[in-house]
C-alpha cells in the first residue's frame, strides 16, 4: 500500500473517531452522565479504568476512551503529513488545525468537569468538537478528492485532458 493511500484511511479515520466522539459525547449529555468520572479528569473516580457497574461511569468513561482514540488518531496524521506531505500547505495546515483542535477539546473537557458542568464550557466543549469533526472531514474529502502532494489545479488538468 503506497503513502497515499495510507494517509486517506488514516484521514478519513480521524473524521470517523471526530464523529463518534460528538456522538458518544451526546450520549453523556443526554443520559445525564457528564459527571460519571467525578471531577479528577484525566483519572476516572481514582482509576485509571473504573468499576463499570455503575451506568454513568461507564458511559462517560467509553466518551474519554473514544476521545483518547480521537487524539491518537488525529496524532497519527499530524506525523504522516509532516513526514510524507509537508509541502502540501492544505493537508498540512488541517492536520495543524484538527490537532490543534482535538488538545483544545481535551482541554475543555477536563475544565469542563472540574467546574461540574459550566454551562458555558459545556456549549464551548461542544462547539470545538463540532469544529474538530468539520476540519477532520474537510481533511478526509482533501486527502479523497485532491490526493495529498498533487496541487488540486493541476490535478483538475489531468482529469480534464
Known amino acids: 500500500m ?9 484521514a478519513v479515520a ?3 473517531v471526530a464523529y463518534a466522539t460528538v456522538i458518544v459525547g451526546g450520549t ?11 471531577a479528577d479528569w484525566p483519572l476516572c ?3 485509571i479504568i473504573p468499576d463499570l457497574s455503575d451506568p454513568e461511569t461507564a458511559i462517560e468513561f467509553s466518551h474519554r476512551v473514544v476521545a483518547l482514540s480521537a487524539g491518537i488518531v488525529f496524532l497519527l496524521t499530524l506525523v504522516l503529513a509532516f513526514l510524507w506531505y509537508r509541502k502540501d500547505k492544505r493537508i498540512l495546515f488541517l492536520s495543524v ?10 482541554l475543555l473537557g477536563a475544565l469542563t468537569v472540574q467546574t461540574d458542568l459550566s454551562p458555558v464550557l459545556v456549549t464551548a466543549h461542544l462547539a470545538v468538537g ?32
Do not use: W, Y
Not at 97 to 106: P, R
Not at 136 to 155: C, Y
Open 2 to 10: 503506497n503513502r497515499r493511500r495510507v494517509f486517506q484511511i488514516v
Open 14 to 16: 480521524s473524521a470517523v
Open 28 to 38: 453523556v449529555r443526554s443520559a445525564g452522565a457528564g459527571m460519571g468520572c467525578g
Open 45 to 47: 473516580n481514582g482509576s
Open 97 to 106: 488545525s484538527s490537532f490543534l483542535l482535538v488538545v483544545a477539546q481535551a
Open 130 to 161: 463540532t469544529a474538530t469533526f468539520a476540519a477532520a472531514l474537510a481533511l478526509a474529502l482533501i486527502a479523497l478528492m485532491h490526493p495529498p502532494g498533487t496541487p488540486a489545479d493541476e490535478e483538475s488538468k489531468t482529469t480534464a485532458s
